[in-house]
């Protein structure tokens, strides 16, 4: 059976609900971000998002982004990067301190200056070494880690790594990364979702009713592109990897090296490597 909602993470249903309601933006964002007690956001108005480059080797399809201020002036960026790239990281470098340097206008001096938040939320595991999903950043002094020099600040969240600690928790931002998730997947396992009221008005907003059938069609489009994007990232893979075992083989080959030997070492077979 169908499900009755829209992934959140796909740029139609994201902006749906983080782009159009600047309420749950501010829940979402408090929820996540290491926001102090005395300094969550209190409301948010929504800007033009930056024009960035894009990344190379990867189609516009694979991110969304939303850009607002709060009532302090502080501006925050939100990236939803459903396919990985390393280039990514200097994107969301290049948005915050695009987006820092642009607050500065003629006749205005640097402590007018107010802080960037940048948070990238990754549909693909980036980082191997942890299990840790979510990575706060700052620039710190490497003496002395309590040292920070303020004005920028980055947040990256694996959603595949998150696991809530059990179906009880309520904490928000177990909410809201479940909302990402789960929402559209398994409409069953998330009914309980919906007892929080932001979290209700979120599901409601990417519930498949909710959208014109010129818009769920293009829905699918855009979903038809990221799997063609994810083939052609994972084919590229496949085969720079494959020449680079080529390549071993060849070396192996022309250090005289038997052919079974070599053949062991890089599952390559003794004709393959006959022909290197």
Not at 31 to 39: E, I, K, R, S, T
Not at 76 to 99: C, G, Y
Not at 137 to 163: A, N
Request: glycine content about 6%; aromatic content about 8%.
């Amino acid at each position: 059976m169908a499900s009755r909602y829209l992934d959140p993470k796909i740029d139609l249903a994201f902006k749906r609900v983080f782009g159009q309601h600047a309420d749950l933006l501010k829940s979402f964002l408090n929820a996540v971000l290491p926001l102090p007690d005395d300094g969550l956001i209190e409301s948010l108005e929504y800007l033009t998002p930056e024009q960035v480059p894009e990344l190379p080797g990867l189609f516009k399809n694979s991110i969304v982004d939303v850009k607002c201020q709060d009532t302090r002036g502080r501006i925050f960026i939100v990236e939803m990067q459903m396919l990985w790239s390393t280039s990514f990281e200097q994107r969301i470098v290049f948005s915050a301190s695009n987006a820092y340097v642009k607050q500065l206008r003629s006749g205005q001096d640097y402590a007018s200056l107010k802080p960037v938040y940048a948070l990238a939320l990754t549909n693909q595991v980036f980082d191997f070494e942890t299990d840790n999903y979510h990575h706060h950043y700052k620039i710190v002094s490497l003496q002395d880690s309590l040292r920070v020099l303020k004005g920028l600040e980055f947040v990256f969240i694996e959603l595949p790594k998150f696991k809530p600690r059990s179906q009880t928790d309520r904490r928000m931002q177990v909410k809201w990364l479940r909302f990402l998730s789960e929402v559209g997947r398994n409409d069953q396992a998330v009914q309980d979702l919906a007892e929080d009221p932001e979290i209700r008005s979120a599901m409601d907003l990417v519930e498949v009713g909710a959208f014109t059938p010129e818009e769920l069609e293009a829905y699918h489009i855009h979903m038809d592109k990221l799997r063609l994007e994810a083939t052609v990232i994972k084919d590229a893979k496949a085969e720079g990897k494959a020449e680079g075992i080529q390549e071993v083989a060849r070396n192996l080959k022309s250090q005289g090296l038997p052919l079974a030997v070599i053949a062991q070492a890089t599952g390559l077979g003794v004709g393959d490597i006959k022909d290197l």
